[in-house]
Structures are given as C-alpha cells and as structure tokens.
C-alpha cells in the first residue's frame, strides 16, 4: 500500500466527520432559530421568538400570531421567510401586507438575511451551495435553489388590495393586513374580510395560511382567522413595566389596548382598568385555598383558582382556565392541588347537587361545597373589583384566565374566570364559604 493511499484513507474520516458535526449543528440551530435571528442582527429575540419562528416553519396547521406592538413578531418572520426558502425551496411563498411600501419593507428584510452568513452556512449543508439572490425587486425575490417550471417568482410580495386572482402559493403569509383603517372604517373592515377570503382560493392544496397582526376592532378579519395564539405585553417579559406605563401615558386608552393589551373594548366598559401583578414566587401560595368554577358540557369554563392572603392583605393568585367540562380536567386539578400543598378545595353544589365534592373525595382531595346564592356580576363588581389593586398572579397563571378577567365587562360573555377569582375575595373577607 502506497503512501499516498495511506493518506487517504486517514484523511476520509475526518472529512465525513466535519460534515457530520456541521449538519449537526445546523440542527441544533433549527430549533433554536431565535440563535440565527439574533446573529442576522435581532440582538434583542429570546426563545419566545423561537417558538414563533419555529412555527411559522414546521407548523402543519394554519397559524394566527397576535402579538403587542414592539414584539419583533414581524422581525420573526422575516427570519421564518428565509428559512423557508432554503429548507423548502421547492414551494413558493406569497406575503400580503396592508400596502405596497409595507410589503417592500418585508423584502428588504428577508433580503438582508438572505445575504447573511449564517443562512449561506445553512444552505450549503443542506444543498452542498451557497443561497444567492438571482432575483430582486421590491415586490419579489427568488434564489438560485429555486427552479419554478411556471416562471413564478419564490417569494412574491402584494398589498392586501392588489389583485390576487390566478394566483397561487404553499405558503400564503398575511402581516398586520389589519390596522388603524380598519378600526375606522366599515367599509375597510369588509374589503379586508373579502380579500382574506379569496385567500383561500389562491393556496395550493395542502398548503398553509400563517397570519400576524393585532386586532383593532371586534368585527376585523381577526374573525375570520383560525387558530389563535396571543401574547400580550403584560406575559411577553419584552416591555419592562416602566416602560408599559410610559406608553401608557402617550395614548388614547383604547389605542393602547389595541397596540398592547390587545384587547378591543373602550375603556369605559372595562371593569379592571389597571393591568395585572406578577410575582414568580410560588411559595407564596403554599397551603393556600383552592376554589373550582366548574363547567358540565355547554360553552363555559371550567376555572381554577388558587389564594392565599398574606399579613400584609396582598391576596397572592393562581389560575387556571379549560374551555371543557370539569369531568375531563380532574387529573389537572388535582395536580395543581398537590402541587401548592392546598388544604382544601371548595365548588358550589347548584348544579350538581354535591357530585364533583364526593368524586374529589374519592381521589383523596378534601372537598366542601356551598350553595352559591350571590348574583355573579354583583360578587365581581364587588369582592374583585375592590380586592384587585392588592391582588398579585403567580407566573404561570393561564393568559386566558388572566384575559377573561381583564376583558371582563358586564355583557361579557364568558365570566367563569372573574367570578372564580372574585369567590375566592369573597372567602379572604368573609372567611366562609356559605354562598353570602
């Protein structure tokens, strides 16, 4: 064996093992894509953002992300975009924003990521070359991984008015199609809903729509769109609450709850107007009173909540809320029970007669019940309403739960939160549970 052979071959294994440790590591950036986002220039993305981006990539479903102002959710996904144009090159994207300079600006951003070095690393890995950008306008972009026998561009920008019949794409991607002018015109509000609509009609079979935005008013095209997740800036952790109160003071009310609370109610309707308080100390809720609002079918709640009064009269919080009957949520209940060591837990006996507290006592949970005979609004706009500049959330509390209460108004549809909490007041005052 010649000396050049022997070279060879101990020169292979490390080549495969280079190539193996890159591929490995793009991998593990792929689930970290907050990592490539803050290397492309979004210093400020924490794994918030790589949830988001994450879902805008891998998801299977159709996806609404409503997100506060200042979330970098379009910052996202710009980033989403342009790893979907490496890893799935092979299907077309097209964006719609409100306007055409809107669009433009999207596509200056996924341009700039594009050329970055994270992604031209990316793309050789994955291709064995480097992403470039063949072509470029302010209204499409295409790379050389993209081969369309149609002549389409990969990524097509268009304003929410511009004509899309005819049109067609994998991924159909709507960003903030919704704003002030809706919120000021019917006639906007209807045009945007019809255009949403013919949405449906222009993406491939088996193909996504992803929507981002905030909701401006109660009959928008938010209506229309499925699956919503939203974060509010209250549980984002990006806006310090010293800088929530600034901004407070520089808008109309219902402006900011719009941009940051998302919320759609004017501020005369709203009930608890100051925002929520939060402790991550869980200890404060040790051996403390557990209260169930159960729902039995319908379209209620099933609510949980957990308090304790401290000696200096903060009523510490922890809720939990489940669009299901309470039959199907014990195991979660009792968890939560365990979990914070409560030494009881109590439920009304109106509408089952006594039969949740013996099926609590059979999982070894001591239960009472009472008989509720408090109108519910009059107990929320008395006990929680007065106690709620003392009360504090735990973290983790369910934003849902949170959101019924800070949403709550007395034409509110669903209460099953406030009036679990608002009980729970009741109890700290009375320090009884006779339904009084």
């Not at 799935?88 to 097209?94: E, F, L, R, S």
């Not at 308090?307 to 809720?319: F, T, V, W």
């Not at 195991?331 to 009881?344: D, G, K, S, T």
């Amino acid at each position: 064996m010649s000396a050049n052979t022997k070279t060879t071959m101990k020169t292979k294994p490390k080549c495969k093992a280079r190539k193996v440790s890159a591929e490995n590591a793009v991998k593990e950036m792929l689930k970290h894509p907050e990592q490539i986002g803050i290397q492309v220039g979004f210093k400020d993305m924490t794994a918030l953002h790589g949830k988001w981006i994450r879902e805008i990539v891998f998801g299977t479903d159709d996806y609404t992300l409503q997100a506060h102002r200042g979330s970098y959710k379009s910052s996202s996904l710009a980033v989403g975009i342009g790893l979907i144009m490496i890893l799935d090159p092979t299907h077309n994207i097209i964006f719609l924003r409100k306007s055409d300079n809107d669009v433009a600006e999207m596509l200056r951003m996924v341009s700039k990521i594009l050329r970055s070095q994270i992604m031209n690393d990316i793309s050789m890995v994955i291709h064995g070359m480097p992403v470039e950008i063949i072509t470029e306008s302010v209204d499409q972009i295409s790379t050389n991984l993209w081969n369309s026998p149609m002549g389409a561009p990969q990524l097509l920008g268009l304003g929410i008015k511009s004509s899309i019949t005819g049109k067609h794409a994998q991924y159909v991607i709507t960003d903030d199609i919704c704003n002030i002018q809706d919120y000021q015109s019917s006639a906007e509000r209807e045009h945007t809903k019809m255009q949403y609509d013919e949405l449906q009609n222009i993406r491939n079979r088996g193909g996504r729509i992803i929507n981002l935005g905030t909701p401006w008013h109660k009959k928008d095209v938010f209506r229309k769109m499925p699956n919503i997740h939203r974060y509010d800036c209250y549980h984002t952790g990006l806006i310090s609450p010293e800088q929530l109160a600034k901004l407070q003071k520089t808008m109309a009310p219902r402006f900011f709850a719009a941009n940051y609370e998302l919320k759609l109610l004017s501020s005369s309707e709203l009930v608890f107007t100051d925002p929520p308080q939060f402790t991550d100390d869980e200890g404060m809720l040790l051996e403390g009173e557990c209260h169930v609002d159960a729902a039995y079918g319908g379209a209620d709640y099933t609510a949980l909540t957990i308090g304790k009064i401290a000696p200096d009269g903060i009523i510490y919080l922890y809720g939990r809320l489940w669009h299901k009957d309470v039959q199907l949520v014990l195991p979660q209940i009792v968890e939560e029970f365990n979990r914070f060591q409560c030494w009881r837990l109590s439920c009304e006996d109106n509408a089952d007669r006594g039969f949740l507290k013996q099926t609590l006592f059979k999982m070894d949970i001591w239960a009472s019940d009472y008989h509720e005979c408090q109108n519910k609004k009059i107990k929320i706009l008395t006990y929680l309403r007065k106690c709620w500049s003392k009360i504090v959330f735990i973290q983790g509390t369910d934003p849902a739960y949170i959101r019924q209460i800070t949403d709550y108004t007395e034409n509110a549809e669903h209460d099953d939160a406030p009036d679990s909490a608002a009980t729970m007041c009741r109890f700290f005052e009375t320090y009884r549970w006779d339904g009084h």
